[in-house]
């Protein structure tokens, strides 16, 4: 089987506690633990925490919190890569060899099982590094603009300034939700996003950012709108 790691540090510089706050009556955490869960993909689900509180709430969900990440994971700007890559060596050192590993954030509320399925599905066939939950800009990013030293706006990219939006290509960012790991590749190289990549595309209606109380707020107001549409 498989292992899902859901980093989860107890400090929170922009929302306080961040990671157990409460999200439409339950604490946030707990939409990443049940996703993982109803995929079905997996033998052990395990928070990496700092925090005594979180691995509490974490246990309460049914997921484990067998050990306390080191002190030094627990800063900031510690890259995810890192705290991942500390709970995978946790478990070969205690001969518990995973071929795939799939790193979950702890800030989900949209993530579904049939999405985590998907990307299963996908690293199981082929040879690949990662997949990774991503989804498509609104708006062609060729055509972006940025400020030049005056504060007047120039193309970043004028070679395109004159093509229509549906002659560009698709560009897409980081969703936030999930990343399947070939767990070798992963220790080898300890990049969460390895050379080779695939994709687990989101509608953009299930992807929100959560960074700051606005942010928060945002999710709340679609998520509700979408548990209304039968959407999730």
């Not at 689900?45 to 246990?59: H, Q």
Request: charge should be positive; hydrophobic fraction near 40%.
């Amino acid at each position: 089987m498989n292992v899902a790691i859901i980093p989860a540090r107890g400090g929170s510089t922009r929302i306080h506690k961040k990671n157990i706050k409460n999200f439409i009556g339950k604490p946030i955490i707990t939409y990443s633990i049940k996703a993982a869960q109803e995929s079905g993909v997996f033998s052990r689900i395990i928070v990496s925490t700092d925090s005594e509180e979180i691995a509490e709430v974490a246990r309460k969900a049914g997921a484990e919190a067998p050990f306390v990440r080191p002190a030094e994971l627990g800063e900031n700007r510690v890259n995810i890569a890192d705290v991942v890559h500390h709970a995978a060596t946790w478990l070969k050192e205690r001969n518990e060899n995973y071929k795939y590993t799939c790193c979950i954030l702890a800030t989900a509320p949209f993530l579904q099982a049939i999405k985590i399925k998907e990307g299963y599905e996908i690293i199981s066939r082929s040879d690949v590094d990662t997949v990774a939950s991503v989804v498509k800009f609104s708006f062609p990013v060729f055509r972006a603009f940025k400020k030049d030293k005056e504060g007047r706006m120039k193309f970043i990219w004028p070679e395109y300034e004159l093509k229509h939006s549906n002659e560009l290509p698709d560009s897409y960012h980081d969703a936030g939700q999930f990343y399947w790991l070939n767990t070798e590749k992963f220790l080898a190289s300890k990049s969460i996003m390895g050379q080779e990549v695939l994709p687990v595309v989101l509608s953009g209606y299930i992807v929100q950012d959560i960074d700051t109380i606005d942010d928060w707020k945002m999710a709340e107001i679609k998520y509700e709108i979408c548990r209304r549409r039968q959407l999730l």
